[in-house]
C-alpha cells in the first residue's frame, strides 16, 4: 500500500511540473508552422527559402518545421494570430497588425536581420520619364503638377512599400499621393513595382531597398532609384508566445546562429542579411500607434 501511494504521489509531482499536460503539449507542438508575408512574386522562391529557414529551426530545436505559403499579407497576420501558424517573417505593419489582434503579450520577437534597424524605401521612376534625383519628396510633387504621371505601391500591408513612403510623401510634399499623381495603385509586392515601373506600367513606384539592390542590372536601369527615404525599423521574425518560454528561447538561440548552417546561410542570403540580431517586441510599438492614428493601410 505504501509503495502505491508512493508511486501515485510521483506521478501527480510529475503532472504538476508539467510532464505530459495538456499545456506542455501546446507549448511543445509536435509540428510547427512558419509562414511569412509574400512579398516575392516568386511563390516557388519563397517556398525554397523560408523552407530552408523551416529546415534550419526545425532541426536546431528536434521539431519537424515547415513553411506554410500565404496569399496575401492579412493571411500572414490571420495564420499566426489563429494559430494556424506559429511563427511568422512580418514586415513592420504586419507585427503591429498582429499585435493588435493578438495583444502584445501573446507575441514575441525571435530576432531581426541587421539591416532592418535602419531600412529605406527607394522610389524608383521610369527610365523614359525623364524624373531626376530630388532631395526630398516636395520636389517630386512639385514636378508631378500638370503632369499625367502614375504611381503604384506594392501591398497596401507593406511597410516599405506602402505605410513609411505614404507618411514620408505626406510629410514632405504636404499632400497624399492622391492628390499628385493621376493614378495611385497596389501592384502587391516590391518586384512586381519594380517590373511594372521599369516596362512603363506605372511612372513611379515605392519599393525596399534591398529588393532592388537584388535585382537585375538591367531592371536597375530601367527604373532608377530618384529618391531614398529616411530610415526605419522594418522586418522581424515573430512566434506566438504560447509556445512557451523554453521553446521560444531555442528559437531565438537557433535563429542568431544561422550562419552555422548551410539552410541559415542560405536564408541570410535570400534575405541579403549578414545575420539575425536581438530585437524587442517594443520596437514596433510605434506602428501600432501609427496604424491606430489612421493612416489609411487596408488588407
Known sequence: MQRFLTVLLTAAALLAAGFGNANADTQHPQRLIITAIPDDGDADRMRENFGALAAHLGNAVGIPTEYMHVENYAASVTALATGRAHV??????????????????????????????????????????????????????????????????????????????????????????????RTVAYSGSHDVVMQMVANGTYTLGAMNYASWDKASEDLQQHAPV??????????????????????INQLRAALLDTDSTPEGRQILGYLKAGEFIEADLSEWFDYRDLLESGIGVGG
Not at 514620408?168 to 499621393?177: D, R, S, T, V
Not at 530618384?226 to 521553446?247: H, M, Q
Request: no cysteine; hydrophobic share 40%; aromatic share 12%.
Open 88 to 181: 511568422a517573417w512580418l514586415g513592420a505593419v504586419t507585427t503591429a497588425q498582429a499585435m493588435m489582434q493578438m495583444g502584445e503579450d501573446n507575441l514575441v520577437v525571435l530576432g531581426t536581420r541587421d539591416i532592418d534597424k535602419g531600412f529605406v524605401t527607394y522610389f524608383v521612376a521610369h527610365h523614359g520619364s525623364g524624373i531626376e534625383p530630388v532631395a526630398n519628396l516636395g520636389e517630386l510633387a512639385s514636378a508631378a503638377q500638370g503632369r499625367n504621371w502614375t504611381f503604384t505601391f506594392g501591398s497596401r500591408s507593406s511597410t516599405s512599400s506602402h505605410l513609411m513612403p505614404r507618411k514620408f510623401f505626406i510629410e514632405q510634399a504636404g499632400l497624399p499621393p492622391e492628390r499628385v499623381f
Open 226 to 247: 530618384v529618391y531614398k527615404t529616411p530610415e526605419f525599423t522594418n522586418y522581424a521574425l515573430v512566434a506566438r508566445a504560447d509556445l512557451g518560454p523554453e521553446l
